[in-house]
Structures are given as structure tokens and as C-alpha cells.
């Protein structure tokens, strides 16, 4: 588990609300309080949706941040910027194969519950923080550390500058 400070906060929020960046990844929950507090639960209800739909979702059990973005974007914007917020996001299961190549590890996928960043930002400051969730208890923070260098990657790759606290 790493933290990091986000350097241009309004630059890392464009990305966040407005472009497709995060877009791939599950939204676990979000906290946003601005004139209220706003609570999202991203977990999904399959008992809402048709048969055709719940096949599609094929046992997702989140939604993506792409469906979420602009709603959470209704939350936040105008000219104050909100009093807190904290966003928990997980790589889709159907991602940790790749996330295995690209960190060359050779653990089976169902090692793994969840791979996580936290976002946190307490009105002034911006923190991302890691974490990874595996089935069983384990010392070995061999996946931990490829998680956190797979993060800092991806925001290095998408031009977030970052600095380790």
C-alpha cells in the first residue's frame, strides 16, 4: 500500500469528471459532501435490471465509473469546491489476468478479490492511497508492490503527476 499526493488537483478532476480516464474501472462507493452529503453505493442490484440486462453485467457485481461520472459530476460542480470527498475504485475481475502479465506474476486470477485506490481529497488536498484484497492471508506483498507501481503507471501514462507521501 502506497499514498500519493496529487500535484494539480484541477487537472487530476477534469480527468476524473469529465474525460474517459477512470471510465474502465469499478466505483466500490463514493462519499461527496458539498451543500449535503451524498453516499453511493456502486454496488448493483440485479434484481432492477431485465434478463437480457442481468446477462450482459454477467455477475458484475459494481457499476463502472463511466456510468456513474456524470451523475457524480452533478454533485460536485459549481463555483465551491466540495468539502470532502473519498471514492474507492477496483479493477474489474475481468482485468486482474492482464494486470498479472503486465506485472509478470504468475498467480491464478482467483488468488485475488480486489485490487483498489482510494481517493481522498479533504477540500484542499488530493490523496490516492492502495490496496489490494486476496482470498487468502498471505506476508508475501509481492502483488501488493506490483499494484502500486500498476497505479502509479497508469497515472504517470495519463499525465497525473504524483508525489509519494
Sequence with gaps: MIALDILDVKSFMKQLLVEKTFDSFLLSEATVTTFNQFYIDGALHPDFFD???????KN???SYWKELREFVFSIIKGKRTPLHFKMVFQLPHTQIVSFLQFSNLEYEETEIQGLFFNLLFDGHKLTCTTGTSQKHFTMDRTIDNAWDLYVMSYFKNNGISTEKL
Design 51 to 57: 434478463t437480457d440486462t442481468k446477462e450482459q453485467l
Design 60 to 62: 458484475r457485481k459494481y
